[in-house]
């Protein structure tokens, strides 16, 4: 009975004003009360570049996992699959948002409205070539074991990035590193224990598991040579050099496809970096005009 | 002093007079106390169309989320999907208390034995659409299931009471998406006043029909399953809903809509019973595209869910 009254006071209550609904009205800045003096030494557009690539892996890995979303194979599966998408999502809006902060916005900057803040101006007004994601993210989904597959190699390389960009000289991408530790041990975690199932129970999803993965393998190749951006901020002590994290992620990865009774396909040699130099394959415009396309037709609105 | 169980070696006529004597003493039925078989059968029917619902009424909107205009929405978006999503999970979970089964009940969904809310068969045109129905179809959910916090059955009330609170959430997120477009761009308000011309009338049909038409209402009622008739629910709809759409900017699309000084009550015209039925019996806009596609979730991944079962049978 209390219950009862209590939501349709509220309900009734909200007639009075603005105030009752309204809480969240507005963007808040993701970065409102940090420090984002960028450290000595750093190039502001080298800092900047760097947030691009980590945020853009991000928001394209969360767009590919938000497909899934209605389509997946059982109810906690939809549940699970929208959680791990939600992280990236945040993830990419403090990354972009810290891009913006440091004036890397480029032409998408006059090509959005006054109204549109940094991180949207990133995210919805950006061409394909500005667009600096690894091909790993870019990829389709596939089916179920592929994505799995591709979210296991994702997080585990992810994770063992941020778990160095911890100690960051730039205290806004040390401390998006801390917090997105504990999201992505979980997501690593998830895709891993999908993969034992899919690999160790029937025999379709065994020859499915080992197809996911042989597909993601090549996609590993550009994963671990560093763009100058990234030399350089290395040098600095901002960024990590993602050919220090080749070890752990080919240990977990190994490790994980033993248990899952799978094949380990070769392990690519390195390529010269793609993705990160804004150069991708027919996928990317796809994903990106269906990610942009009503925020470009409407610049000067508010959402 | 608790109630009998299935297991009791009383007869039935005693088993159903302490029924009828805990629901007239407004207390709670519990699963393992004895209830009549039209009592069980009629929550699963109710428990499981709503949890279809919810599960169904994930994709209208899921339609949006991979073109949200900015991320915040994105978020707030796909954070909402989700819960409807959990919300499908608590009441699957409810009626598997009266033995149901979840897989079954999802293949009588896709054999379309069951039904759920005719309203997630309109399509989502604009973004708009995203905020009318967290402010009206979200409304209208609330003031159906709000009384379904004090159903006579123990795990229903319990699940209502959590789905409540979150659609009460989801349904300010909708009226703040509302009152930000009609701050901005003469498009945007233009699309939210269509999206109002579009929704309302079904967000009305809802309630269900009208009661000298609801076969179900007078025993739902009497078993305390059910609260408040059709008519009576869709009115305090409607009284809600006025002074929220003069405060948003918009006008509802019924020109016999009046305040009744009397009554206190708002006044509305008719509503087009024809194409509520015709929408129930399959025929509207999107009817055959939700059911292929929770279909299509079923058969494509079925041998994921036969994976996961064959491992954990491995396992020690």
Same mark, same amino acid.
């Given at each position: 009975?209390?219950?009862?009254?209590?939501v349709y006071?509220?309900?009734?209550?909200?007639?009075?004003?603005?105030?009752?609904?309204?809480?969240?009205?507005?963007?808040?800045d993701?970065l409102?009360g940090?420090?984002t003096?960028?450290?000595?030494g750093?190039?502001?557009?080298?800092?900047?570049?760097?947030?691009l690539?980590?945020g853009d892996?991000?928001l394209?890995?969360a767009?590919r996992?938000?497909?899934?979303?209605?389509n997946a194979?059982e109810?906690?599966?939809?549940v699970?699959l929208?959680?791990?998408?939600l992280?990236l999502?945040g993830?990419?809006?403090l990354?972009?948002?810290?891009?913006?902060?440091?004036?890397?916005?480029?032409?998408?900057?006059?090509?959005a409205?006054d109204?549109?803040p940094?991180?949207?101006?990133?995210?919805?007004?950006r061409?394909?070539?500005e667009f600096r994601?690894?091909?790993?993210?870019?990829?389709?989904n596939g089916?179920f074991?592929q994505?799995?597959?591709?979210?296991?190699?994702a997080?585990?390389?992810?994770?063992?990035?941020?778990?160095r960009?911890r100690?960051?000289r730039?205290?806004?991408?040390?401390?998006?590193a801390?917090k997105?530790?504990?999201?992505?041990?979980y997501?690593?975690?998830h895709?891993?224990r999908?993969l034992?199932?899919?690999?160790?129970g029937?025999?379709?999803?065994?020859?499915?598991a080992?197809?996911?993965?042989d597909?993601?393998?090549?996609?590993?190749a550009?994963?671990?040579t560093?763009?100058e951006?990234?030399?350089r901020?290395?040098?600095?002590?901002?960024a990590?050099?993602?050919?220090?994290?080749?070890?752990?992620?080919?240990?977990?990865?190994d490790?994980v496809?033993?248990?899952?009774?799978?094949?380990?396909?070769?392990?690519?040699a390195?390529a010269?970096p793609?993705?990160?130099?804004?150069?991708?394959?027919?996928?990317?415009?796809a994903?990106l005009?269906?990610l942009?396309?009503?925020?470009r037709?409407?610049p000067?609105?508010?959402? | 002093?608790s109630?009998p169980?299935r297991?009791?070696?009383?007869?039935?006529?005693?088993?159903?007079?302490y029924?009828?004597a805990?629901?007239?003493?407004?207390?709670r039925?519990e699963?393992?106390?004895w209830?009549?078989?039209?009592y069980?059968?009629?929550?699963i029917?109710?428990?499981?169309?709503h949890?279809?619902?919810e599960?169904?009424?994930?994709q209208?909107?899921g339609d949006w989320?991979?073109?949200?205009?900015?991320?915040?929405?994105?978020a707030?978006l796909?954070?909402?999907v989700?819960?409807e999503?959990?919300?499908?999970?608590?009441?699957y979970?409810?009626?598997?208390?009266?033995?149901a089964?979840?897989?079954?009940l999802t293949?009588?969904?896709?054999e379309?034995?069951?039904k759920?809310?005719?309203?997630?068969?309109y399509p989502?045109?604009t973004?708009?659409?995203? !905020?009318? @129905?967290g +402010?009206?179809?979200?409304?209208?959910a =609330?003031c159906?299931?709000v #009384?379904?916090?004090?159903?006579s059955?123990g795990?229903y009330?319990?699940?209502m009471?959590?789905v409540?609170?979150?659609e009460?959430?989801?349904?300010?997120?909708?009226?703040e998406?509302?009152?930000?477009?009609?701050?901005?761009?003469?498009?945007?308000?233009?699309?939210?006043?269509?999206?109002v011309?579009?929704?309302?009338?079904p967000?009305?049909?809802m309630f269900?029909?009208?009661?000298d038409?609801?076969p179900?209402?007078?025993?739902?009622m009497?078993?305390?399953?059910?609260?408040h008739?059709?008519?009576?629910?869709?009115?305090?709809?409607?009284?809600?809903?006025?002074?929220q759409?003069?405060?948003l900017?918009?006008?509802?699309?019924?020109?016999e809509?009046?305040?009744d000084p009397e009554?206190?009550?708002?006044r509305? !015209?008719? @509503?087009? +019973?024809?194409?509520?039925?015709?929408? =129930?019996?399959?025929?509207g #806009?999107?009817?055959?595209?939700?059911?292929?596609?929770?279909?299509?979730?079923?058969?494509?991944n079925?041998?994921?869910?036969e994976?996961?079962?064959?491992?954990?049978?491995?396992?020690?």
């Open positions: 009975m209390a219950h009862e009254e209590t006071d509220a309900l009734d209550q909200a007639h009075g004003g603005e105030g009752h609904w309204a809480f969240g009205t507005g963007f808040d993701p409102a940090v420090d003096t960028v450290p000595d750093v190039d502001p557009a080298d800092l900047g570049a760097y947030c690539m980590l892996d991000a394209v890995l767009q996992l938000t497909q899934w979303v209605t194979p109810l906690e599966e939809e699970a929208a959680n791990i998408a992280d999502l993830q990419a809006r990354l972009l948002a810290r891009a913006g902060s440091v004036g890397v916005l480029g032409r998408s900057r006059t090509l409205g109204t549109i940094d991180e949207d101006a990133l995210a919805y007004f061409d394909v070539d994601s690894t091909a790993l993210v870019v990829a389709p089916d074991a994505t799995i597959a591709r979210l296991l190699v997080a585990t390389w992810r994770l063992a990035l941020f778990a960009l100690a960051s730039d205290p806004v991408l040390a401390a998006i801390a997105g530790v504990n999201e992505l041990a997501h690593r975690d895709a891993g999908w034992l199932r899919l690999g160790d029937t025999a379709e999803s065994h020859q499915r080992q197809a996911g993965v597909a993601v393998w090549p996609l590993l550009d994963l671990f560093a763009t951006v990234e030399a901020l290395t040098a600095a002590g901002v990590v050099d993602p050919a220090s994290v080749r070890d752990e992620v080919r240990s977990v990865l490790e496809l033993t248990r899952a009774t799978l094949r380990l396909p070769a392990w690519p390195d010269a793609g993705g990160r130099l804004g150069r991708h394959g027919p996928e990317l415009p994903l005009e269906e942009q396309g009503l925020a037709t409407h000067q609105a508010t959402w | 002093m109630a169980t297991d009791s070696l009383l007869d039935d006529a005693t088993l159903e007079a029924f009828d805990t629901i007239a003493a407004g207390h039925i699963p393992r106390d209830m009549p078989e039209g069980r059968n009629g929550l029917r109710q428990i499981a169309q949890a279809h619902s599960i169904i009424g994930m209208p909107e989320l991979l073109a949200a205009p900015s991320l915040r929405r994105k707030i796909l954070a909402k989700q819960d999503a959990g919300h499908g999970m608590y009441l979970s409810a009626a598997e208390t009266l033995a089964d979840r897989a079954d293949d009588k969904l896709i379309r034995r069951q759920y809310s005719s309203i997630f068969n989502t045109l973004y708009a659409d995203v !905020g009318v @129905i +402010w009206l179809v979200d409304g209208a =609330i159906n299931q #009384p379904l916090c004090r159903s059955y795990p009330a319990r699940a009471i959590r409540c609170k979150e009460s959430f989801h349904q300010r997120q909708g009226y998406l509302l009152m930000t477009m009609m701050g901005g761009t003469p498009e945007q308000r233009a699309m939210v006043q269509d999206a011309d579009r929704w309302w009338w967000s009305l049909m269900g029909p009208p009661d038409d609801s179900n209402t007078a025993q739902s009497k078993w305390g399953v059910k609260r008739t059709n008519d009576e629910l869709r009115q305090r709809f409607v009284d809600m809903s006025v002074p759409a003069e405060f900017g918009v006008t509802l699309p019924d020109p809509l009046t305040l009554s206190g009550h708002y509305f !015209g008719a @509503i087009d +019973w024809a194409e509520f039925k015709r929408v =129930i019996a399959g025929e #806009p999107c009817n055959d595209e939700r059911i292929a596609r929770r279909r299509a979730a079923r058969d494509d079925a041998w994921v869910t994976a996961a079962t064959a491992y954990a049978e491995k396992q020690p």
